[in-house]
């Protein structure tokens, strides 16, 4: 399927069906406005990442279509399906003051396969944090008294 086509399938099927975008809104609690642009591939006021996942998930098993083969498809398309997490473990990793080194360059997740298959994203061996008093006063305690 081509990437112009996606949408607009769906809303074939979703006429051919007799359900209406309102109908499809009040069940998934997705606004018809997301769901109209979904439609037309306007992907502009959507969420990205797993809400967006969701959101086609949810559209999908409401117009009779398998969920899983329009969400591959979605992710295969478009950005916004994006289930690479790099964005989300930066932020993180910026959060509580880790340096990471993060690559996401895996030659086989390049190309028009399925994103979930395959070896995840490699992370550098992670240094040793150095503990708050609490986790000394436990490891402490641990020793003294056995792991009970």
């Known amino acids: 399927m081509s990437r112009d086509a996606f949408g607009p399938n769906l809303r074939r099927i ?19 406005d997301l ?9 502009s006021r ?15 098993l409401a117009v009779g279509v398998d969920p899983d083969s329009a969400v591959d498809e ?8 994006d289930r690479r997490a790099e ?6 990793a910026g959060i509580v003051g880790h340096e990471l080194t ?8 390049a ?10 994203p490699r992370l550098a061996p992670a240094r040793p944090a150095a503990q708050s008093p609490l986790a000394t006063i436990f490891m402490r305690l ?3 008294f056995g792991k009970a």
């Open 111 to 120: 190309g028009d396969r399925n994103r979930r298959s395959g070896p995840g």
């Open 74 to 81: 979605f992710c295969r398309l478009f950005p916004q399906g």
């Open 35 to 43: 769901l109209t642009g979904l439609e037309r591939n306007d992907f």
């Open 142 to 144: 641990r020793r003294t």
């Open 14 to 32: 979703r006429v051919k069906n007799g359900i209406s975008i309102e109908k499809i809104a009040a069940d998934t609690k997705v606004s018809a």
């Open 46 to 60: 959507w969420p990205t990442g797993i809400y967006a996942r969701a959101y086609v998930r949810q559209y999908a």
């Open 102 to 109: 993060w690559r996401d360059d895996d030659p086989a997740a």
């Open 87 to 92: 964005r989300i473990v930066r932020e993180q």
